[in-house]
């Protein structure tokens, strides 16, 4: 006997008919209905979701089938057999939206990320030589090339935040397929990973909502160079080298 939740109990016999009734409205990439061998409910089983295909919801047929809609003359049984068959399709195009919608959410990731993966390594990458420029400042060598280890630096800054904003052009679309796919139950680190990115965990890509995109690499990076530039000015002006 299967269980729909607390409220209907279906027996074999009951299932065999509602199958039957139910079998010209079921969509094609269902596979199988079985008893949930967790606890309660029934399990659904699927052919994998491109996140291409059109969102999953029970088709006009079934409300118009004659086998399924209530009628008046209905017995109490037959009413009840009907009420059970209705929880069993809601559940099984609720379970397939659930699978669609992490399908959906790879599959606009897939669409956005691009080159991502390349703009990330080359702020990496500029980000290691900034730091290495930024302590060599602290070195006593710097004292004796004061103005063009502050040129490199400049140069360093500069570099940083081009690549920088370079990786939130794809950050920003990256971060509206997160937003838009809120409800998809898959972390952003997920979703990026089953879209084929899973180093996407070291990624600063901040948020969006809406079309507004916030907190981005630009915006951590002028954040950066902030800090370094008040910490040189301060160190000018105690080494008397500014008023």
């Known amino acids: 006997m299967s269980s729909l939740g607390r409220t209907f109990q279906i027996t074999p016999e009951e299932m065999r008919e509602i199958h039957a009734r139910l079998t010209p ?11 949930n061998p967790h606890g309660w409910g029934l399990s659904f089983a699927f052919e994998p979701f491109t996140g291409r295909e059109p969102e999953p919801c029970t088709p006009r047929s079934f409300y118009n089938d004659p086998q ?3 009628s008046e003359s ?3 049984t037959e009413y009840l057999l009907r009420e059970k068959a209705g929880v069993v399709m809601s559940n099984l195009y609720e379970a397939a939206r659930e699978k669609w919608k992490k399908a959906a959410y790879v599959a606009d990731l897939r669409d956005v990320v691009k080159d991502a993966p390349h703009r990330w390594t080359r702020y990496v990458l500029a980000s290691q030589e900034l730091e290495e420029a930024y302590a060599y400042l602290r070195t006593s060598d710097a004292a004796t090339e004061w103005p063009a280890a502050i040129s490199r630096l400049v140069d360093a800054q500069d570099c940083v935040r081009a690549e920088a ?3 939130d052009e794809r950050a920003a679309d ?3 397929v997160h937003y838009r796919h809120l409800y ?3 972390t952003h680190i997920e979703a990026l990973t089953r879209a084929g990115y899973p180093e996407a965990k070291d990624w600063h890509v901040g948020d969006g909502f809406g079309g507004h995109f916030t907190g981005g690499l630009t915006q951590k990076a002028d954040h950066q160079i902030k800090e370094q530039e008040a910490h040189l000015s301060r160190v000018s002006r105690l080494a008397g080298l500014t008023a």
Do not use: T, V
């Open 184 to 186: 998809a139950e898959l």
């Open 165 to 167: 904003s370079a990786f």
């Open 74 to 76: 209905n017995s109490e």
């Open 25 to 35: 409205h079921f969509p094609p990439y269902l596979r199988a209905i079985e008893p």
């Open 174 to 176: 990256i971060a509206d």
């Open 68 to 70: 399924l809609s209530f």
